[in-house]
C-alpha cells in the first residue's frame, strides 16, 4: 500500500523564481492538503483540494496556488519567492467523508530561498 | 478560533523512563477531533491517535496512552518505559467538524522529545 509521495525531496531557489511541488496521495484517497512548516514551528495550513478544486485556504497569499489533477495527485506552486518561504512543505491525503478524514503525510519537500 | 498549545518545547529523559507530553486545545465546535503525530528527524510526521470529541475514553496502545479530558481541554499523551527510538518531535492537532471550515489540522508547536540512552 503506497503512502503519500512527494517530489523533489530538497530545492534551492533564488528571491523572485516560482516553484512547483508534487503531491501522489495515499491509495485510496482523494483529498489532499499542503501545510507549511517553519523551522521550529508546527504545520500551517495552506490549502485543501477536493474535486480538483480548491475547498478551503489558509492565510497564505495568493502568491500560493495549487491544482489536483484527475487521478488526485496535486501540484503546490509557488510564485515571487520571498526568503521567508524557505521551510518545509507537507503535503496530507485524506478520504473525504470518511468520518474524522484523518491525514496522512508525506516526507515533505525541503525548500531553500537564497 | 481554533487552537492548540503545547507548552513543553523540549523534554528530555533517560530511557525507561515514563513522559507524558502535554496538549490544550481551544475550539467552539461541538464536534471536533484530536490527533497526535509524531515527526522523527527524517520529517515525515506519523499519525499515532485520532480521538472523537464525544469519546472520552482514554486508550492505550502498547507503551502509548492517552488521557482525553473534556473538563479542562486537554489530550495528553504519555510513553511509558521510553527508549531511545521515541526521540523526535511530538504534535498535538486539532480538527473542526463545520462543513466549510473544519477540514484544516490546527497544529501545536510540538514538543521535541529526547530519550537519552
Known amino acids: 500500500d503506497a503512502g503519500v509521495t512527494q517530489s523533489p525531496t530538497h530545492l534551492i531557489k533564488t528571491r523572485g523564481q516560482q516553484v512547483t511541488l508534487r503531491c501522489s496521495p495515499k491509495?485510496?484517497?482523494?483529498?489532499v492538503s499542503w501545510y507549511q512548516q517553519a523551522l521550529g514551528q508546527g504545520p500551517q495550513f495552506i490549502f485543501q483540494?477536493?474535486?480538483?478544486?480548491?475547498?478551503q485556504r489558509g492565510n497564505f497569499p495568493d502568491r500560493f496556488s495549487g491544482h489536483q489533477f484527475p487521478n488526485y495527485s496535486s501540484e503546490l506552486n509557488v510564485n515571487a519567492l520571498l526568503l521567508g518561504d524557505s521551510a518545509l512543505y507537507l503535503c496530507?491525503?485524506?478520504?473525504?467523508?470518511?468520518?474524522?478524514?484523518?491525514?496522512?503525510f508525506g516526507p515533505g519537500t525541503r525548500l531553500t530561498v537564497l | 478560533a481554533q487552537k492548540v498549545t503545547q507548552a513543553q518545547t523540549e523534554i528530555s529523559v533517560v530511557e525507561k523512563e515514563d513522559v507524558t507530553l502535554d496538549c490544550v486545545y481551544e475550539?467552539?465546535?461541538?464536534?471536533?477531533?484530536l490527533f497526535w503525530y509524531k515527526q522523527p528527524p527524517s520529517g515525515e510526521l506519523v499519525f499515532l491517535i485520532r480521538?472523537?470529541?464525544?469519546?472520552?475514553q482514554n486508550e492505550i496502545s502498547g507503551r502509548y496512552s492517552w488521557n482525553f479530558q473534556k473538563s479542562t481541554s486537554s489530550f495528553n499523551f504519555t510513553i511509558t518505559a521510553s527508549q531511545v527510538v521515541d526521540s523526535a518531535v511530538y504534535f498535538c492537532?486539532?480538527?473542526?467538524?463545520?462543513?466549510?471550515?473544519?477540514?484544516?489540522?490546527?497544529f501545536g508547536t510540538g514538543t521535541s522529545l529526547t530519550v537519552i540512552p
Open positions: 491509495s485510496g484517497h482523494d483529498t
Open positions: 480521538r472523537n470529541s464525544f469519546d472520552e
Open positions: 483540494y477536493y474535486e480538483e478544486e480548491e475547498r
Open positions: 492537532a486539532l480538527r473542526g467538524a463545520r462543513r466549510n471550515t473544519g477540514n484544516q489540522f490546527y
Open positions: 475550539t467552539r465546535d461541538t464536534t471536533y477531533y
Open positions: 496530507a491525503s485524506s478520504l473525504n467523508g470518511a468520518g474524522t478524514d484523518t491525514q496522512y
